[in-house]
């Protein structure tokens, strides 16, 4: 499906897709889902 093919680009390319203007733009529940959809794949471990 092409949202989770986004989803994983995002994902393998956090650092450009975060620092980017369109990023910057996205309405707060859009964030909100893309936040923790990224915490759930284990985009923020530490």
Same mark, same amino acid.
């Not at 897709?17 to 794949?41: C, G, P, W």
């Given at each position: 499906?092409?949202?989770?093919?986004?989803?994983?680009?995002?994902?393998?390319?956090? /650092?450009?897709?975060? *620092?980017?203007?369109? %990023?910057?733009?996205?309405?707060?529940?859009?964030?909100?889902?893309?936040i /923790?959809?990224?915490a *759930?794949?284990?985009? %923020?471990?530490?």
């Amino acid at each position: 499906e092409l949202e989770e093919f986004c989803f994983k680009f995002a994902l393998n390319h956090m /650092t450009a897709v975060t *620092q980017s203007a369109h %990023f910057a733009k996205l309405d707060e529940a859009t964030l909100k889902t893309f936040i /923790t959809k990224a915490a *759930q794949a284990g985009a %923020f471990r530490t």
